[in-house]
């Protein structure tokens, strides 16, 4: 199983726009940031987690081919607001099967309803099967056995996703033990840490620390990065030896 990291930035991408950090000015190609997104692939079958305002420039840099589901951690526009630029791949494989909370269906519903209308359809339009994602009930695509993690986002519930040795969390502030407990035995672990202050509802650098000292996983790989974390080379030199800081295009095989 390989793991594309599509994006590994904040709502805003890295550079900021506007913006005169001397992150965001940095040549350094991994201090360049599109929004929060993975793709995560074998020979049989291709997945998605979130798709943000940036996926077409996604799948054409990752030259990604196919796209047999989208897994949606929450309805936030960064993870959502690419829904429309299925079409290549609906207009070469038909329906895509996209995976989320109800509440997440019910908003993606409203925002892009000429997806979902049933009567009337304009040919055009993407074509998607939803289905819901619940708490405690597990769900397999082809091969990959994946197990849905409760968390919350500050205020907002999120899902994060387990799929066999690998588990991807994005925009998490808590989350309870009993769901702590799905994590054990990683192989590899994917966690947001937005910066070193403190977020009302992100991990900040140390929590995302003491969360993979928690889970313990082999390799943790940090995600859903802000510029005020600093420049990617020098956070890295101060991680643990088996902490990443993700880039956007890194590939990684579990």
Request: charged letters at 20%.
């Given at each position: 199983m390989k793991v594309y990291f599509l994006g590994t930035g904040?709502?805003?991408?890295?550079?900021?726009?506007?913006?005169?950090h001397s992150v965001c000015l940095s040549d350094d190609l991994k201090d360049k940031r599109l929004r929060v997104s993975v793709w995560i692939h074998d020979e049989e079958k291709s997945i998605v987690i979130d798709c943000g305002p940036d996926f077409r420039q996604q799948m054409l840099t990752s030259k990604c081919q196919k796209v047999d589901?989208?897994?949606?951690?929450?309805?936030?526009?960064?993870?959502?607001?690419?829904?429309d630029d299925i079409r290549p791949f609906n207009f070469r494989?038909?329906?895509i099967p996209i995976f989320a909370h109800q509440?997440?269906?019910e908003n993606l519903k409203k925002r892009f309803d000429y997806i979902f209308e049933t009567e009337n359809k304009y040919p055009g339009a993407p074509s998607v099967k939803s289905i819901e994602v619940v708490n405690n009930?597990?769900?397999?695509?082809?091969n990959f056995s994946i197990i849905p993690i409760n968390a919350s986002h500050g205020n907002l519930q999120v899902f994060g996703y387990r799929i066999n040795d690998?588990?991807?969390?994005?925009?998490?502030?808590?989350?309870?033990?009993?769901?702590?407990?799905?994590?054990?035995?990683?192989?590899v672990l994917v966690i947001n840490a937005l910066r070193e202050e403190q977020h009302h509802s992100h991990f900040s650098l140390q929590e995302a620390l003491d969360f993979v000292t928690l889970?313990?996983?082999?390799?943790?790989?940090?995600?859903?990065?802000?510029?005020?974390?600093?420049?990617?080379?020098?956070?890295q030199k101060k991680l643990p030896e088996n902490v990443f800081l993700a880039y956007d295009n890194l590939e990684i095989t579990i």
């Open positions: 904040t709502s805003q991408g890295i550079p900021v726009i506007g913006s005169h589901a989208i897994l949606f951690t929450h309805e936030h526009s960064d993870h959502t607001s690419g829904l494989q038909g329906e509440r997440v269906l009930q597990n769900f397999s695509i082809e690998f588990a991807y969390l994005t925009d998490v502030k808590t989350i309870e033990s009993e769901e702590i407990q799905k994590l054990k035995g990683l192989k889970i313990q996983p082999q390799k943790a790989y940090f995600t859903h990065i802000s510029h005020l974390l600093g420049f990617h080379e020098e956070v």
